[in-house]
């Protein structure tokens, strides 16, 4: 009898223990929010996030952080691709390598419309922030058709792209979690959308050209004697800001860059007001070097993410950048 009586209650602890873990499973799987019948709790969160694949951000990131990814279109040889989802980066540069034409599209309006109803069957609302209006259509695009949803989408046009644009969506997540709602996050990016510069150069000229910042000429005297570019993005806007002969030297002008703007752009006292942020299309050991370089010059913490595959058509392989972004004031973003 004891025998039988032990075996019963083992048997409840074990069911006890599966439901524990379903629950347990449960929460962990579900990003969105969490909801619980069975002890009749629920609890959700009001404010979602959503951003396209200018930010960086992949689909396996954008589940760890929490946040809705739009994959961005383009076209190899006339071919529809979404970034993340339909080809690999190691095929999309196979690809520009051998000569494939490749050109960037703005999404579909119905593509960005179903995420956002996806996404607000859990949502009380969303903050959507897109690649900056200088320099694609799909941000104004976006602003027209937030307007059909009745103040449930806020869209941030916010100048940013790549590295820059990721900070700013993983700002607007912990905003989200501290409770604060889209206008507010809103209201906040915006308070420092400028606050950010990004330094980039690239590794074969012909990209610029085909994208007219350079002419064929300019393009092919700067690959014959490795001229190399230093670039500046910011609010949407390229510049070159200089032309040096060597990757070495553009590295050192592009240190020597941030290191100046953090004083004379940003009037700030200095790195560790700031977030150092890289963004890189070469193999992983390259890119990893890459990152302990900044990190030993400035002496903080330098992050390393794979520049968008849209930003990459125009750029080329071999690109990299160095991002320079103030950190939010959080005290006041409670």
Same mark, same amino acid.
């Given at each position: 009898?004891?025998?039988?009586?032990?075996?019963?209650?083992?048997?409840?602890?074990?069911?006890?223990?599966?439901?524990?873990?379903?629950?347990?499973?449960?929460?962990?799987?579900?990003?969105?929010?969490?909801?619980?019948?069975?002890?009749?709790?629920?609890?959700?969160?009001?404010?979602?996030?959503?951003?396209?694949?200018?930010?960086?951000?992949?689909?396996?990131?954008?589940?760890?952080?929490?946040?809705?990814?739009?994959?961005?279109?383009?076209?190899?040889?006339?071919?529809?691709?979404?970034?993340?989802?339909?080809?690999?980066?190691?095929?999309?540069?196979?690809?520009?390598?051998?000569?494939?034409?490749?050109?960037?599209?703005?999404?579909?309006?119905?593509?960005?419309?179903?995420?956002?109803?996806?996404?607000?069957?859990?949502?009380?609302?969303?903050?959507?922030?897109?690649?900056?209006?200088?320099?694609?259509?799909s941000c104004e695009a976006a602003m027209a058709a937030?307007?059909?949803?009745? @103040?449930? %989408?806020?869209?941030?046009?916010?100048?940013?792209?790549?590295?820059?644009? $990721? +900070?700013? =969506?993983? !700002?607007?997540? *912990?905003?989200?979690?501290?409770?604060?709602?889209?206008?507010?996050?809103?209201?906040?990016?915006?308070?420092?959308?400028?606050?950010?510069?990004?330094?980039?150069?690239?590794?074969?000229?012909?990209?610029?050209?085909?994208?007219?910042?350079?002419?064929?000429?300019?393009?092919?005297? @700067?690959? %014959?004697?490795?001229?190399?570019?230093?670039?500046?993005?910011?609010?949407? $806007? +390229?510049? =070159?800001? !200089?032309?040096? *002969?060597?990757?070495?030297?553009?590295?050192?002008?592009?240190?020597?860059?941030?290191?100046?703007?953090?004083?004379?752009?940003?009037?700030?006292?200095?790195?560790?007001?700031?977030?150092?942020?890289?963004?890189?299309?070469?193999?992983?050991?390259?890119?990893?070097?890459?990152?302990?370089?900044?990190?030993?010059?400035?002496?903080?913490?330098?992050?390393?993410?794979?520049?968008?595959?849209? =930003?990459?058509?125009?750029?080329?392989?071999?690109?990299?950048?160095?991002?320079?972004?103030?950190?939010?004031?959080?005290?006041?973003?409670?």
């Amino acid at each position: 009898m004891k025998f039988v009586e032990m075996e019963y209650e083992k048997k409840k602890v074990r069911i006890v223990l599966w439901k524990l873990l379903a629950v347990y499973n449960k929460i962990c799987n579900n990003k969105k929010g969490i909801s619980i019948k069975e002890g009749a709790v629920t609890k959700m969160e009001k404010t979602a996030v959503v951003t396209d694949s200018n930010s960086g951000i992949s689909q396996n990131q954008a589940q760890k952080y929490g946040v809705y990814v739009l994959p961005m279109p383009f076209y190899i040889d006339d071919e529809l691709y979404l970034e993340g989802q339909t080809i690999t980066n190691e095929e999309f540069f196979r690809r520009q390598k051998n000569g494939s034409v490749i050109y960037t599209s703005q999404p579909n309006p119905y593509d960005v419309t179903q995420l956002w109803d996806q996404v607000l069957d859990q949502y009380e609302e969303l903050l959507y922030i897109p690649m900056s209006s200088g320099l694609s259509g799909s941000c104004e695009a976006a602003m027209a058709a937030a307007k059909q949803y009745g @103040g449930r %989408v806020v869209v941030a046009d916010l100048g940013r792209v790549s590295v820059t644009q $990721k +900070i700013a =969506v993983l !700002e607007a997540r *912990r905003m989200a979690l501290m409770g604060c709602r889209a206008v507010q996050i809103c209201d906040s990016l915006q308070a420092v959308k400028n606050e950010c510069i990004i330094y980039l150069t690239v590794d074969n000229l012909k990209y610029l050209k085909q994208g007219g910042r350079i002419s064929a000429s300019s393009a092919m005297v @700067g690959n %014959v004697l490795h001229i190399k570019p230093l670039l500046g993005l910011q609010g949407g $806007k +390229i510049e =070159v800001v !200089e032309k040096v *002969r060597g990757d070495k030297a553009v590295r050192k002008k592009m240190m020597k860059a941030v290191q100046r703007d953090i004083t004379e752009r940003f009037h700030a006292q200095g790195i560790r007001e700031f977030h150092l942020a890289s963004a890189a299309s070469m193999p992983v050991e390259d890119a990893r070097q890459l990152k302990e370089s900044f990190e030993e010059y400035f002496g903080v913490h330098c992050s390393m993410s794979s520049i968008p595959l849209s =930003v990459a058509t125009h750029l080329g392989y071999g690109t990299y950048g160095l991002a320079l972004v103030r950190k939010m004031d959080r005290k006041n973003n409670r």
